[in-house]
Structures are given as C-alpha cells and as structure tokens.
C-alpha cells in the first residue's frame, strides 16, 4: 500500500473556519424565522437578494483577479445575509443588494484574500446605504398592524417611529416589554427581535464560534454610558434596558463586532476594543443625525483593532504570556 | 464531558476508552531479533545510587518521553537536586494510551522503578502524574506511599505540568522506563514496549506490548488495517511524523502506530485572527504575530521574541482553524531570528 509522506498534525482541534461561518450564518438564518412568521416570505427574498448580490460580486472580482472561484469559507454568505438584517422589511429590494455589494467589492475584495478586510463589510455596506438613502433605512412600517408584504413590488404601509427614534427625540418609547423582547416593533428587520438575537448569541459563544468577551465589553460600556448619561427623564434603569434593547445595538454587539478578522487578536485587546465600540456607538446616539451609529461606530472601533494588539503586545513585553513566573 | 463542537485545542481525553477497555497484548518477537539481554541483578535491597545508574546504563533504558537515557537523566536531576520525581504515567496525545495502560497493569513495577530512580536522584518526594482527577482516584488506592498530580485534558499537558511545577524544582520519567528500571535491577535489559494501535484506519485499537526492533507494519496489522491507509503516523498523533516504510523498527519513542484513512487537513485559508494559537501554545508564543512578520517579507527580529522557546509541541498548528502549520512558522522564525535565513518559503 502507497505511503503518504504527510506533515503533523494529524488530529486537530474540533474547529474549522468553515465550521465557524457556518455556525455564524446558521444564527442569521434563525434571525429570519420570526419575521418569516409575522410578515410572510418577503425576509426571504431580502436576504436571498443580497446573498446573490454578494456571491455574484465575489465571482466577478474572480474573474477580473484571474482566480479560481471558491466559496469554501463561506463568509460571504455571512455578509450576504447580515446586511439585510440590519434593513427594514419594507426597503426596496436593490436596497440590500446595493449594500452588499458595496460590502463585497468596496470593503471585502480590495483587500486580498477573506481574512485581510480591515473593516467589517456587513458594517460598511449598511453604513454606505445609510448614508445613501437615508430616508429608506430609518423609515419603518408598523408592525402593530397586519401587512401581508408582497413579494415583490411595493407595499402600503404606515409609517412608525423605531423605539431607536423615539429616543432620539427625547421621549421614552411607548411599547410593551413582551413585544420588544419579541420583535413587535418598529426597527431594522433581524435585530429587533431581542430574545432570538440573545439565544443566537448564546449558541454562538458556546460553540466558539464569537468571542464573548467583545460582546460583553461592547454591552457594558453603552449600560454605563446609558446609566450615567440617559437621554429620556427616567431612572437609570429604564434608560439602560431600551438602549439596550432598542435598535442594531445588540445585533451589532452580538453579530457584528465578534467578527474575529476584524476584531483584535488579545484578549484583553478584544475587552478594549468592544468597550470602545460600546462608547462609540452611545456617543452616535447622543451626538449622531441618524438613530443609529452601530455600524459607524464599528468601522471606526475597527480601524483601532491592529493598534490595540500591538498596544497590548507591547506592554507584555513582545513576551506573551507563560507559565513560568 | 464536552461535547466536540465545544472544545478548543486538542482535547486528550476523547478518544482513548477504545484502545484502554482490552488488557495489553503481547506480541510475539519477529524471529531474527536476538534474546534479551541479561545481566547481574542488584542483590541489595537498597541499592546506592552508582549501583542503581550502572544498572540503568547496562539495561540501555531510554527514557520514552524525550529520548534520553535514564541514566543521564537521573544524574543530571540528581546534579540539578531535583526534590520532586514524577513518573510520567498518562499520554500526551489524543490517541496513545501506553503509559496510562501500564500504570493499570504494571502498577507494583511502575512504583518500584520510581522507588529505584528517586533514589538515584536523590528526590524525597515521589509522585504519578495520572491522566486524570477520575484516573487519580481509581489508582490511588494501589500505590501507596506516592502522592498524585493530575494532567490536564488539553494537548500539551506534560509541557504544562513541566512548567507548573518548574523544570528545576521537578523532574519526570515516563512509566514505562520506570517499570524498565525495576526489571533492570532483576538484571534484564530493556527489549520491550508498550505501543498504542489507533486511528480511523484500524479496526482494532488496543496497547500491545512489542520486542524493541519489531517492524512498524507488523505491529500495525495486530491491530486489523483497512486496505489502504493514507498515511501511518508514529510517536504523536500531535507532532509526530509519518512513516513510508513499514519495515522501519520499532523504537522507545515509538509510542504509537496511528493509521489514518484520509491525509491530514492542508493549509486552506489565510489567518482569521482568532488568536486561539496564542491561546495553545504553553511557552507563551504568539504564532498569529510571527506569521505576520514572516509573511510580510521582511520580519523585524524584535517581534520574534520568544521564538526561541518553543518546544516543538505543535498545539499552534493543531488549534488553528485555519489548518495553518504554525509549528513550522514558528521553527523558520527561529532560524531567520537566528541565522538570517530567508523568511518566505
């Protein structure tokens, strides 16, 4: 029998990057479900647009680059179907598309192979149709009503005030906790539904797949800002539970910002770094035009992410840590 | 127990029931080996310790742990003054079950070798490192007189329990140089040792107990082979190495004949950056930076710090998602570091 000279290692640890991004992508899918049940397939469509949209970007940039086409790493599939996740239902469907493939070709394929992107593309597609068309990624139909979205075309709708809005006029949200944990309210397609997101981000913490220290640090900074600094006449507590829970925040907390090419390498570079995002996405609440500043808040936490490994690296010593001492 | 998904690294305790439920086989010698050798036994019953390092020498026992022989290694503890021996009685491998199967048989001769061997150290304080809380307990009650540590269950354990109890301070031999010991003072030479057959290409997985000299291939069809194995591995299943000749002998450092139906996982994307290298590697190297600095052209030996630590273990390249061989990143960083050697492939 033929002999393979191979090189070690022959066993390997149980995780793959393929099993990663698929594990990521498995929580987006599960996003999808509720809206799917409230409001019909259009969700589907969104999200299979924009998939398509992405992979036709990627095979594009192959060809143009002269490369083999694969798709093994699946993590423009991930791109794909966050992007519309942090859309309304009721955006247009090039909406989406155009996003993602901003987010392919602008933010991903410049950049080299999958694994050297600076910036987050999800966030910086969703940050270019923000700044696009504004109008139509804060504008929102009132789930309070029954719609059946059609598939395709345009819907009637009336339009309603996120809680994420709400907010930013100063006045508190009028809307019950069962339906915020639920997803009843007006806000981007897949983050508003709290308690799918959280059990999302449970399954991906425990198998390893995002690193719970980013998502922790990001949540703890805006409770902190939210508690010291609350934009609505209310105790601290109420302020901190619809910051929280209001918006992209926890979406980009939990989907977004664990992204491990673009998040530091160090543990304790990743506390900082979600901290950081944390503060900055309260400070684009307080500060910012739109209602929402994740995903800005993000690309600019990013481009910090190289300076707080070699920051971190550097006060170790350049030694790492041992276990001798 | 957890689940598979949910480990990082390379966990050790997952796949060895299979090869530790059956006893130890013995397989005959392949004919044209010569007999053991025998000698004089040590006729004192506490013997001094040139007396017990002249039996270790003339038994030629190898210590199967690193390659060394016995009897320098115990003269060097003795130099250092070493005050902890432990005999080394788990695997560090996910598949090898060798020592673990040894201590469960050979226990009376494990713990009379450690005898022999702390004596010649010098050591006050005898220990068995034990693959686990669970296994402590089971062998607690047979080995009086001997104090316990327990390994970890992640991939380079003996690195670790080497450094947690400090490499001065403590020294470990493995469990079956120390039975080897106590039948060299019986006045027999080493010939044997207890091989693990594992793997997905082998149907039977078991420990046999194999005359030094044997050929890898018999030792592999004890153990029932698929037809065609893509590769036969020796010593680790971690950093081992790959074996094309099946005739080849059967060493000490053997430990184990892995047969594995498909080729290990090549390289297959560019670093993701989730630091679980850094996380593996028990010298505190940070392999995701060092890979950096290689694959950038021109790496500034400043940020190679630590390269030179390395021991070889592997766990880098076995936790990285990626399927990157971090191990031999990070030995190339060390001859650029050292020899200016080219940093690119």
């Not at chain 1, 509720?34 to 998939?51: C, D, E, N, Q, W």
């Not at chain 1, 992405?54 to 599939?77: G, H, N, P």
């Not at chain 1, 598939?151 to 339906?179: H, M, T």
Request: hydrophobic residues 45%; contains cysteine; proline residues 7%.
């Amino acid at each position: 029998m033929p002999l393979t000279k191979a090189a070690a290692p022959f066993v390997r640890g149980g995780l793959t990057v393929a099993g990663m991004m698929r594990n990521a992508a498995l929580a987006l899918l599960a996003l999808l479900v509720l809206p799917v049940v409230h409001y019909g397939p259009r969700p589907l469509l969104l999200a299979g647009a924009s998939v398509l949209t992405c992979f036709a970007c990627r095979v594009l940039v192959c060809l143009v680059r002269r490369t083999s086409v694969s798709f093994s790493e699946f993590s423009v599939l991930v791109t794909g179907l966050s992007v519309p996740m942090l859309l309304p239902l009721n955006a247009p469907v090039w909406l989406p598309c155009a996003a993602s493939a901003f987010a392919v070709l602008a933010a991903r394929e410049p950049f080299g192979p999958f694994g050297r992107n600076p910036f987050n593309p999800s966030a910086a597609g969703v940050a270019f149709a923000a700044l696009c068309w504004p109008q139509r990624v804060f504008s929102y139909f009132d789930p309070s009503r029954p719609y059946g979205f059609p598939l395709f075309g345009r819907a009637a709708y009336r339009a309603a005030q996120s809680p994420a809005a709400v907010l930013k006029e100063g006045l508190k949200p009028d809307i019950l906790p069962l339906d915020l944990l639920w997803g009843r309210t007006p806000g981007p397609l897949g983050t508003t539904a709290i308690l799918v997101v959280g059990a999302c981000g449970l399954f991906l913490f425990l198998t390893r797949t995002a690193k719970w220290e980013i998502t922790a640090g990001f949540l703890g900074a805006a409770a902190l800002i939210a508690a010291l600094y609350p934009r609505i006449l209310c105790s601290p507590a109420t302020s901190v539970k619809y910051e929280l829970l209001s918006g992209s925040l926890l979406f980009g907390a939990v989907f977004l910002a664990t992204d491990p090419v673009t998040s530091p390498r160090t543990f304790s570079g990743r506390c900082v770094y979600g901290a950081f995002a944390g503060a900055l996405t309260m400070a684009f609440r307080w500060f910012g035009t739109y209602e929402q500043g994740v995903c800005f808040a993000l690309l600019i936490a990013n481009a910090f992410a190289p300076l707080l490994d070699s920051a971190v690296l550097r006060l170790r010593g350049w030694e790492g840590k041992t276990h001798e001492a | 127990m957890t689940a598979r998904w949910m480990t990082c690294g390379v966990n050790l305790e997952r796949e060895k029931e299979p090869s530790l439920r059956g006893e130890i086989v013995a397989l005959p010698a392949p004919g044209g080996l010569p007999a053991p050798r025998t000698f004089a036994p040590l006729r004192k019953k506490k013997p001094g310790r040139a007396r017990i390092l002249g039996a270790a020498e003339e038994a030629g026992i190898v210590d199967e742990l690193d390659g060394e022989p016995l009897a320098r290694k115990l003269s060097r503890y003795a130099a250092r003054k070493t005050r902890v021996l432990a005999a080394v009685c788990f695997d560090d491998d996910p598949l090898a079950t060798g020592e673990q199967a040894v201590l469960r048989e050979n226990t009376a001769q494990v713990l009379a070798g450690l005898e022999l061997a702390a004596a010649a150290c010098g050591a006050a304080e005898r220990k068995i490192a034990a693959a686990s809380r669970r296994e402590v307990r089971r062998m607690r009650g047979a080995c009086p007189g001997v104090g316990f540590w327990a390994a970890g269950d992640r991939y380079p354990a003996l690195a670790v329990l080497r450094l947690r109890h400090g490499a001065e301070r403590a020294g470990t031999i493995g469990a079956q140089a120390c039975a080897a010991l106590a039948e060299a003072a019986k006045g027999r030479a080493q010939c044997e040792t207890v091989v693990t057959v594992a793997g997905d290409g082998v149907s039977r997985w078991m420990n046999c107990r194999v005359r030094l000299g044997t050929p890898v291939g018999s030792v592999l069809q004890a153990g029932v082979p698929d037809e065609n194995p893509a590769v036969v591995a020796v010593e680790s299943a971690v950093n081992g190495r790959a074996v094309t000749d099946l005739s080849e002998p059967v060493g000490v450092l053997t430990r184990c004949v892995l047969a594995f139906r498909k080729l290990p996982r090549r390289r297959a994307l560019p670093c993701v950056g989730c630091g679980r290298c850094a996380r593996a590697c028990p010298r505190g190297i940070v392999p995701w930076m060092i890979l950096r600095q290689l694959e950038s052209g021109a790496p500034d030996p400043v940020f190679l710090l630590g390269v030179e630590r390395c021991i070889r273990c592997g766990a880098c390249g076995a936790a990285c998602p990626s399927g990157i061989g971090l191990a031999a990143v990070v030995a190339r960083a060390e001859a650029v570091k050292e020899g200016g050697a080219a940093p690119c492939r």
